[in-house]
């Protein structure tokens, strides 16, 4: 398996994210304040921006359960962290890669491909995640 | 085939506006076309605001039914065209411009006169009536070229009549700087509304501010003084005032003159005898509003014409509908005064009790008259404080339920809850709507917000006095509805933002991690963390960027500069009040040169650079800052720009110089954080280049001073600023935006600008005038201290980032390379500039045969939905 190192964990604020190159791919690195991580899209689909990075880190309780969030800096679409999928406009998703901590390491790995299948308004969004 | 009638309206009021609007909305076969000839030059307009003239409001702002009502079809409207005379044979109405118009049916709506009294001297100039716009501008113009010639005293005024209308007519006179007497004949302030023990606190009230009142007084002769003008009154008692200008409000008597030729029967104190379905004597003719005569008795109130106006229309269209009797119910401030007379205040029924609580040192009485057994509300009087009228008012005839005297001693947990209304108790008595109606409005017409039931019902859309009342009921009844109508921010904050800056000031707490440990609950978002970084910052807690607060800040804030659509920055300096000077120019013309920066002079008189990439901005804003340009905080919640035009120095009209006073403007409030973005406005003279009323605070020069007006908005719903006070000294003038700034800051809602802000403030523009001139809540200090401490603190922004390695660190494009610049950005020429090319928002999906980095959507990382 390929890992990249792109920075150290104290380069990412907590709550907060940074944007990397891998491999020409421009990637998001979260943090969450319990250290966690996640790596997404750094490319706001609604715009077609390079800017979630500079979005705003939270969460939103669906189901009762607390999602971790980040929203976009463009129009504010909010996407849930774990799976790259849009919260308020369910037309849109982001790409997601597997991230750890190594060391002191941020080290990125493989893109999880994504299959996204088209949904009418009211059905969920059907997205499955393989590696 | 139907043919469509013709309805022709005389008389273009507000009773008329009511009609049209009623008909052309329940006219849903189009089965009538409606002229409305009206003889004052402007469409109806709301007389009942007559008064708001005087403190800076526009005419215009007035006019009722909106273009759309008069822009329909179905709807003629002859503005400036009196009827003369009526055919009721050939059904023709004749007009002042020499043509007849044909009707099926005709509507009187020709309102009333102010009565002029048949004393000597009471056409001399100088002497005016208050019905219109027109008498209330020829008011204001005679007094304005009065006090050319006036400088060395103040004027004076004697109003002629004590009440509704003479205490309005005073509060215009005080308005225009008038010296004013109240001169009223019964023994009391308005006789009909209120008792003995009412008017006594009544008169303290009005007394305090600065009104004579003289009652029990008759006026015996106005007199004059060399060309013809208007410079005493006489008594009947002998005695005399000086008085340089005149209002007579003794009343209002119909015009029914056209009736009367035609005919139809008048009532014995005037008015169109008209039957409960309004109709006159000729069936093709009907009479509403002031004009008309019901049951023997003109009504001289909005709601009972307006109620003749829905019950004429339904008769159109073929209804059954009464007029349903009116009462004299009213709440009104009078000069800041409330005043409330609901029921029967005077305790005329046989055997009615009353109960009552004076307090002449607060200035408050308060009096509720209840049935013999002392259970059933029947009505009352409050002055001073009218703050229960809107939960006592629809109880009349009702059992009260509790100790009458709990609604009379001042509220500590406020009058009980509307929830306990009865459906049938009218909540809004000038739309005639019920607590039935408003409670239908959410549980059956899906209404799911206080606006959604206004314009739903109409409740709370004339007067306004009941909308307190409609909002109670309309949260009672979405709460059982099972809405949440939390008045909180999101799900982390169930405070509001003004609730959370308190607790933020109160408490000390410095970072967002403390604050939403103590006063929310899990981790922010969005919305919750932008405002507790204003908040923050409003508070003067140092750097937008120290500590853990880079992570709140919203887009813009976040990289100290405007994103742009392709992830790109605008840069904005400050350029105070719009002057700079040709080297400075030439520096920023410079500097976007070197960096290929798209150039353009923004709406607020600055220069704005496009196209600077996240990690160019402290390089940019390093040349700035020795060019001698600072911060101009494009990006904040906080003051943009004070706009400025060129003023005495220059301009042959200017007065006052108004580039300094926006300049000092500009460098005093630089920085200041806010709810929503602050602008403000300076102009010369009453020209307004600078369009300042159309700013958040506007100054504009006058020849002794400055006048300053607040709440203006320009945007999606365009305010034009209120007066807040005039001829302010260069020190008041600061004084008062401090103060006015420093409020709004603390109490405003989430992003809600200081005009959206100002029409939410309870006692709206009075209220704030009472805080900032006459520190009605004794918070000045506290103000003046917070506005000082920001002025000490000022430190520009970008220059603290270029010093500081730790904030520099974000600035750059990516962690692991810092210095390549984002590969998706492309860009083209446009009339010499660049402009980034983008793919649109709507792009096609990305295909799996795309070459781009990443992993690979199946359908893309936009899904077409089918809709
Ligand atoms: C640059 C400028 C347009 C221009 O090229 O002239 C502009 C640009 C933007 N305006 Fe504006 N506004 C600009 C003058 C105005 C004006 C005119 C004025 O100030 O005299 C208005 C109407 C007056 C007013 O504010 O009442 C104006 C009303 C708005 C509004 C609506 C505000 C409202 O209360 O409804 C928004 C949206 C908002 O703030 O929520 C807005 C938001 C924006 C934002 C900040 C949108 C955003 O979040 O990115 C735009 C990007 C600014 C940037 O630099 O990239 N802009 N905007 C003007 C900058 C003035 C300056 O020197 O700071
Ligand atoms: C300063 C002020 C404050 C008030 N405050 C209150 C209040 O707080 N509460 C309340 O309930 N009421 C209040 N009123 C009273 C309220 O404004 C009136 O009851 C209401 O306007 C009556 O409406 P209307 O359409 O019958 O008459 P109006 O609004 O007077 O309209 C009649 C119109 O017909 C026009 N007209 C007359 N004859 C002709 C003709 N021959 N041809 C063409 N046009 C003609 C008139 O010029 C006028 O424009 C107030 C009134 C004033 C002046
Ligand atoms: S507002 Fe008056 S002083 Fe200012 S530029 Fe216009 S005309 Fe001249
Ligand atoms: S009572 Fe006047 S608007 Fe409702």
């Known amino acids: ?131 | 085939m139907m043919t469509q009638q013709h309805v022709v309206v005389a008389g273009a009021g507000m009773v008329a506006h009511r009609f049209v609007e009623a008909l052309r909305s329940r006219d849903d076969a189009g089965r009538f076309r409606v002229t409305v000839i009206g003889d004052e030059p402007r469409p109806p307009y709301d007389r009942v605001a007559l008064t708001t003239y005087f403190t800076g409001r526009d005419p215009e702002d007035l006019h009722l039914g909106g273009a759309g009502l008069w822009q329909d079809p179905q709807v003629t409207l002859r503005k400036g065209t009196a009827v003369t005379a009526i055919d009721r044979s050939g059904r023709r109405v004749r007009t002042d411009r020499g043509d007849d118009v044909g009707y099926d049916h005709l509507i009187l709506a020709t309102g009333s006169y102010a009565a002029r009294p048949p004393v000597d001297g009471s056409d001399l100039r100088g002497c005016f009536v208050y019905r219109t716009i027109d008498d209330v501008a020829d008011l204001r113009g005679y007094v304005e070229t009065l006090r050319v010639g006036h400088d060395d005293r103040p004027l004076r005024g004697v109003v002629v009549g004590g009440g509704l209308l003479g205490l309005e007519a005073a509060g215009a006179l005080q308005a225009l700087g008038v010296e004013s007497t109240v001169v009223e004949f019964a023994p009391r302030l308005m006789p009909l509304q209120v008792d003995d023990g009412g008017g006594a606190v009544l008169r303290r009230l009005i007394e305090q501010l600065g009104v004579t009142v003289r009652t029990a007084t008759a006026t015996a002769k106005v007199l004059g003084a060399r060309r013809g003008r208007v410079d005493g009154m006489r008594f009947a008692d002998g005695s005399s005032l000086p008085a340089d200008v005149v209002v007579f409000a003794t009343g209002v008597r119909p015009r029914d003159e056209l009736a009367r030729d035609a005919g139809l029967s008048i009532g014995e104190r005037g008015g169109v005898v008209v039957d409960s379905s309004c109709l006159t004597d000729d069936p093709a003719i009907s009479a509403v509003g002031e004009v008309a005569c019901v049951d023997g008795r003109v009504w001289g109130l909005i709601a009972p014409g307006n109620a003749m106006a829905e019950v004429a229309v339904d008769r159109l269209l073929g209804g059954a509908a009464t007029f349903p009797g009116a009462d004299s119910s009213t709440k009104l401030k009078l000069l800041g005064v409330d005043v409330a007379s609901f029921g029967d205040a005077f305790g005329a029924t046989p055997g009615s009790l009353e109960v009552s609580f004076a307090d002449a040192v607060a200035g408050v009485y308060k009096k509720l008259v209840l049935s013999d057994d002392a259970r059933t509300l029947l009505g009352g009087i409050l002055v001073g404080d009218a703050s229960s009228y809107a939960a006592l008012r629809p109880m009349v005839g009702q059992a009260l339920g509790t100790d009458p005297s709990a609604w009379l001693v001042p509220a500590t947990d406020g009058p009980p809850g509307g929830g306990e209304l009865p459906d049938g108790a009218t909540v809004c008595s000038c739309n005639n709507v019920t607590a039935g109606d408003i409670r239908d409005a959410v549980t059956a017409q899906g209404c799911c917000s206080v606006a959604d039931v206004k314009s739903c019902t109409r409740a709370g859309t004339s007067c306004g006095s009941c909308v307190p009342l409609v909002k109670r009921l309309t949260d009672t009844a979405l709460e059982e509805a099972g809405v949440a109508v939390g008045k909180g921010m999101c799900e982390h904050f169930e405070l509001t933002r003004a609730e959370l800056f308190n607790a933020v000031q109160v408490t000390g707490l410095r970072t967002f991690s403390e604050i939403i440990a103590r006063h929310g609950r899990g981790r922010g978002c969005e919305i919750c963390k932008p405002v507790i970084a204003s908040v923050l910052a409003s508070l003067g807690t140092g750097h937008i960027l120290d500590d853990d607060r880079g992570t709140l800040q919203d887009t813009n804030d976040h990289m100290l500069a405007n994103l742009q659509k392709d992830g790109t920055y605008s840069i904005v300096p400050r350029i105070p009040g719009g002057e700079v000077t040709p080297d400075g120019l030439i520096e920023i013309g410079r500097i976007a040169k070197e960096f290929d920066l798209y150039t353009k002079i923004t709406g607020g008189q600055r220069i704005d650079m496009f196209g600077a990439r996240v990690e160019q901005l402290p390089t940019i804003w390093r040349r700035l800052v020795e060019a001698g340009f600072e911060c101009g905080h494009a990006y904040g919640k906080s003051l943009r720009t004070v706009k400025s035009c060129v003023g005495d120095s220059w301009c042959r009209y200017g007065v006052q110089d108004s580039v300094a006073m926006a300049i000092r403007l500009e460098l005093r409030y630089r920085g200041l954080r806010a709810p929503h973005k602050l602008k403000l406005g300076v102009s010369g003279c009453a020209r307004e280049c600078a369009e300042a009323r159309s700013k958040d605070a506007g100054v504009i020069a006058t020849d002794k001073g400055w006048n300053l007006y607040v709440g203006g908005n320009g945007g999606f719903s365009p305010r034009h600023a209120t007066l807040l006070a005039e001829d302010l000294d260069d020190e008041g003038l600061v004084r008062a935006i401090d103060r006015f700034f420093i409020y709004y800051i603390r109490t405003a809602d989430r992003l809600q600008r200081t005009a959206a802000w100002l029409e939410e403030l309870p006692g709206g523009i009075e209220h704030l005038r009472d805080v900032v001139l006459h520190d009605g809540l004794g918070v000045a200090t506290d103000l003046d201290a917070a506005m000082e401490g920001h002025v000490a603190s000022y430190r520009d922004e970008w220059s603290e980032v270029l010093h500081d390695p730790v904030k520099l660190a974000r600035f750059t494009s990516f962690v692991n390379a810092a210095d390549v610049p984002d590969p998706d950005l492309r860009y083209e020429t446009e009339r010499g500039q660049r402009r980034p090319v983008l793919t649109p928002r709507s792009s096609p999906p990305v295909r799996s045969s795309d070459t781009s980095p990443g992993p690979r959507f199946i359908s893309g990382d936009r899904i077409e939905v089918r809709r």
């Open chain 1, 1 to 131: 398996m390929n890992w990249t190192t792109v920075c150290e964990l104290a380069a990412v604020p907590r709550d907060g994210a940074v944007a990397v190159l891998v491999d020409g791919a421009q990637v998001a690195v979260v943090r969450l304040a319990d250290d966690s991580l996640f790596a997404i899209s750094h490319r706001d689909p609604v715009s077609g921006a390079n800017v979630m990075a500079r979005g705003i880190v939270g969460s939103v309780t669906v189901d009762g359960v607390e999602v971790p969030t980040i929203s976009s800096p463009m129009f504010k679409q909010v996407y849930d962290l774990r799976s790259g999928r849009c919260l308020t406009d369910r037309r849109a998703v982001l790409a997601t890669w597997e991230v750890r901590l190594h060391g002191g390491d941020v080290q990125i790995g493989p893109a999880l491909a994504v299959t996204v299948r088209a949904a009418p308004a009211d059905d969920p969004i059907d997205a499955e995640v393989t590696t």
